[in-house]
């Protein structure tokens, strides 16, 4: 996971973001996360989170919604979050399913 602060003063709540995202069965994990300082009390969290390949995509936008949700609970601070899916695919998996560049729409 790549994280990325742009100032000192956020640097405290980054783990605790990325605690928030990875704790629940939503995602698998978080990809370069961004958290900017909009104001002293307000954070903006951008990023990717890994989905499985069998996911439908209204699930994914289901579970981004209870993520954010979280994480704007545990973080009090976070008032603008933006997070996009990206499929995982295993790397030492030889022979990729379609799932792994194709995001089904419908079940």
Same mark, same amino acid.
Do not use: C
């Given at each position: 996971?790549?994280?990325? #602060? !742009?100032?000192?003063? $956020?640097? *405290? *709540? #980054?783990?605790?973001v990325i605690?928030?995202?990875?704790?629940?069965?939503?995602?698998?994990?978080?990809? /370069?996360?961004?958290?900017v300082p909009? %104001?002293?009390?307000?954070?903006?969290?951008?990023?990717?989170?890994?989905?499985?390949?069998?996911? &439908?995509? %209204? !699930?994914?936008? /289901?579970?981004?919604?209870?993520?954010?949700?979280?994480?704007?609970?545990?973080?009090?601070? #976070?008032?603008?979050?933006?997070? !996009? $899916?990206?499929?995982? %695919? *295993?790397? *030492?998996?030889?022979?990729? &399913?379609?799932? $792994?560049?194709?995001?089904? !729409?419908?079940?």
């Amino acid at each position: 996971m790549d994280a990325q #602060v !742009s100032d000192h003063a $956020a640097q *405290d *709540d #980054v783990p605790k973001v990325i605690e928030a995202i990875e704790r629940g069965p939503e995602v698998q994990k978080a990809l /370069r996360i961004m958290v900017v300082p909009i %104001s002293p009390d307000r954070l903006l969290v951008s990023g990717e989170v890994t989905v499985p390949l069998d996911k &439908p995509l %209204s !699930s994914i936008a /289901r579970d981004l919604d209870v993520v954010e949700g979280r994480v704007r609970h545990e973080v009090p601070k #976070v008032h603008e979050m933006f997070l !996009s $899916a990206r499929v995982y %695919s *295993d790397p *030492d998996q030889a022979d990729p &399913p379609t799932e $792994a560049f194709v995001v089904r !729409s419908i079940d």
